[in-house]
């Protein structure tokens, strides 16, 4: 594999703190381009900085995909720091582990501001530069689930429905301006997202340990 196939190529990546956003932000600098990282905790983002073989290469841009009142003034700034976004690489999202008897209406809703408002918000923000330049790539990292609902992922799994519905509507309205849209649906990974995951407490102790039995053997 060549390591510099994204030489002059500027990647935004989101959720870059941990997990499979950290490690593309690595392995995208490893490979010649320039990276603008972001997630909410600024420290996190600094370290990584620091340890892409060319930390002149990457920008770090704080940020919560759920302020989407900010989701202009972020993609401004995103674009100042090299000048264009190449490939927008939608990785943020948080998860979720509870029954739906058990999931609230308010816990629905900060999935989908998270893992499907938050990401609609900074793609169309984004989107009148792509056209102007005459391209772009918009990469939404997603899952198994956005295809298939599962046991313990009701809201999660809606959100990743949802981001297929309107990424494959883009990339019908918009492939002759040269937008692609690449929809990455990996399987199981161990990444923080399953132990943050939002989760009911009801039932006890034995009951959790159940639900997070049953989630594993589903590999969700």
Not at 122 to 143: D, I, N, Q, W, Y
Not at 185 to 203: M, N
Request: glycine share 10%; hydrophobic share 40%.
């Amino acid at each position: 594999m060549s390591k510099s196939r994204f030489r002059g190529k500027v990647v935004w990546v989101t959720g870059a703190s941990s997990g499979i956003g950290e490690a593309l932000a690595l392995q995208l600098v490893g490979e010649g381009a320039r990276v603008v990282v972001s997630a909410r905790r600024a420290e996190l983002l600094e370290k990584l900085q620091a340890r892409c073989p060319r930390p002149e290469d990457v920008a770090v841009l704080p940020m919560d995909v759920a302020r989407t009142d900010l989701a202009k003034r972020h993609v401004e700034q995103a674009l100042a720091a090299f000048g264009k976004i190449d490939i927008m690489l939608h990785n943020a999202g948080i998860g979720q582990r509870s029954l739906v008897a058990e999931t609230s209406l308010e816990e629905d809703r900060r999935l989908m501001e998270v893992n499907y408002f938050g990401v609609v918000a900074l793609t169309k923000a984004l989107l009148p530069e792509m056209k102007a330049r005459g391209g772009g790539h918009f990469v939404v990292v997603s899952r198994v689930t956005g295809y298939v609902g599962t046991p313990f992922r009701s809201g999660y799994a809606a959100s990743k429905h949802a981001l297929h519905g309107f990424f494959e509507s883009l990339r019908a309205e918009s492939h002759r301006d040269g937008i692609a849209v690449t929809m990455v649906c990996p399987g199981f990974v161990d990444t923080d997202i399953a132990t943050k995951a939002i989760e009911r407490a009801g039932g006890g102790e034995d009951a959790q340990r159940e639900r997070r039995s049953n989630a594993n053997k589903h590999g969700i």
